[in-house]
């Protein structure tokens, strides 16, 4: 559930940070994000900061294309995840149906 | 001519991402495939502007953007169809459809435009994403370079893939565009997805090699190639997926 409800680290080290990070680049509160952005570079340090908001523009652009140019997920992705993407609720997302996942 | 430097950022940002956003930023003043370079730039001015367009934040809120009516607040530059698909897909991308995209045809927009145009809409996101990240203001928009777009589209694309024609890696070999997947008998279709506008695809992977992974680094696990790990790459690129309502 660690991406879908972004309550939770995952069990991955300072996955919290990170969450709490893409949620506030996402959002509308700029207090919210420097502190999200603060906290990261104070427990991981500058360049994992860097990094991170690297990977997280990156998503919030490919998303776009994914989403807009209409390409199914791979036959042998959407089997191998079909367990948990059920579980995680990806199979409740809008476009779920526009892209046979 | 804006260059963009990431110097006076209190934390250091990898060269490669520097070098990468400068020549995203170079790319998008040029003509294009499709677009002038005036016209890739009213892109992506339309893609910033859309954030703060009301009917997109009514349709945003609305159980279904469907419901919604209105007109959208945009800088004039481009046509009512053309808004239409830069805001949706720059502010509710999770609810596109099949049907709005045939619609968007059916009111003029060619299919080589539209894919182009979703390649300045990535791009643009990609580097104004990460200096909203960073605390950064995004980067002034460069001046248009003059000059005509190719018009060139692979005579071997096809609609097997996607809604938009893609160029199929085995459909490739042999033509001008082999290049494009390099000899490899498959691609992800992430990669085909823009494959009917070439160009879109090598400018906007220069930017997911460097602020995301090269291939060869996604499954080796033995090493890390960034100041994150495998795991938490992929736990901020899957939030922000979830975020977005992404099913790929």
């Known amino acids: 559930m660690v991406t879908a409800d972004g309550a939770h680290d995952g069990g991955i080290a300072h996955g919290d940070l990170l969450i709490r990070f893409a949620n506030a680049v996402l959002g509308n509160d700029g207090v919210e994000l420097a502190a999200a952005r603060e906290a990261i570079a104070e427990a991981m340090g500058g360049p994992a900061l860097t990094d991170t908001a690297a990977v997280a523009a990156l998503f919030n652009a490919i998303d776009r294309v994914a989403d807009s140019t209409g390409i199914p997920l791979e036959d042998a992705k959407a089997t191998a995840t079909a367990d948990f993407r059920a579980a995680i609720g990806v199979d409740r997302f809008a476009a779920a149906g526009e892209k046979g996942a | ?248």
């Open chain 2, 1 to 248: 001519m804006t260059e963009i430097s990431y110097q006076q950022l209190a934390w250091p940002v990898r060269d490669e991402v520097t070098q990468a956003h400068q020549r995203s930023w170079r790319r998008l003043a040029r003509p294009g495939s499709w677009l002038t370079g005036a016209e890739r730039l009213a892109v992506a001015a339309e893609a910033r502007h859309a954030l703060d367009c009301p009917l997109c934040q009514r349709r945003k809120d609305a159980l279904s953007p469907r419901i919604v009516e209105g007109e959208h607040d945009s800088l004039g530059a481009l046509s009512a169809a053309e808004v239409e698909q830069i805001h949706h897909i720059r502010t509710d991308p999770g609810r596109l459809t099949r049907d709005w995209y045939e619609g968007l045809r059916q009111a003029g927009i060619g299919e080589e435009r539209y894919v182009e145009t979703v390649g300045v809409i990535a791009n643009t996101v990609a580097i104004d994403t990460f200096c909203k990240g960073l605390g950064l203001p995004p980067w002034p928009l460069p001046e248009a370079e003059p000059g005509e777009p190719s018009r060139r589209r692979p005579a071997a694309a096809s609609h097997r893939l996607a809604w938009v024609p893609t160029l199929a890696p085995e459909d490739a070999v042999g033509t001008d565009d082999a290049d494009l997947y390099a000899g490899r008998p498959t691609a992800a279709h992430i990669y085909q997805a823009m494959s009917l506008v070439p160009e879109e695809v090598k400018g906007f992977f220069d930017l997911v090699l460097n602020q995301y992974l090269p291939p060869q680094a996604m499954a080796d696990f033995d090493n890390e190639y960034r100041a994150i790990n495998h795991a938490q790459i992929e736990l901020v690129a899957g939030r922000i997926s979830a975020l977005n309502q992404c099913v790929y």
